[in-house]
């Protein structure tokens, strides 16, 4: 059975520091481009970040550029979301989802995305 496990989120101080994980089970996520997207309470599920499945081309929402950092290890079938200087803002549930493209990745449409993860729960707050 092809599923994406999250792993990392957890509770931190305002300016505090996670790493999150994206790992692949049953599949490879080698030809896949991966997104990190999450959904607050109340709110949309909005694009984080993005790589491709090279690994060679990011992109960012304007609201985590320069605070988190997307990278992927294909010896360990896992794409990581550093995430850095986290705010209350950015308390939410953070999902990763797998896109099988040749080229890019999309950050900011959902349905082009094949396969997601159950989420992981990122709370920011003293």
């Known amino acids: 059975q092809s599923q994406l496990v999250e792993s990392g989120g957890g509770l931190v101080q305002p300016g505090g520091s996670l790493r999150l994980s994206c790992t692949g089970s049953g599949f490879s996520l080698d030809y896949y481009a991966i997104g990190w997207f999450r959904q607050a309470p109340g709110k949309v599920r909005e694009g984080v970040s993005c790589?491709?499945?090279?690994?060679?081309?990011?992109e960012y929402a304007d609201s985590v550029k320069g605070r988190f950092t997307i990278s992927r290890d294909k010896a360990k079938n896992t794409v990581y979301l550093q995430v850095n200087s986290l705010k209350p803002e950015d308390t939410a549930v953070y999902y990763c989802?797998?896109?099988?493209?040749?080229?890019?990745?999309?950050?900011?449409?959902?349905?082009?995305?094949?396969?997601w993860g159950q989420g992981t729960q990122v709370t920011v707050s003293s």
């Open positions: 790589v491709n499945s090279h690994g060679d081309s990011t």
């Open positions: 989802a797998a896109d099988r493209r040749a080229v890019g990745c999309i950050l900011f449409m959902t349905n082009v995305y094949d396969y």
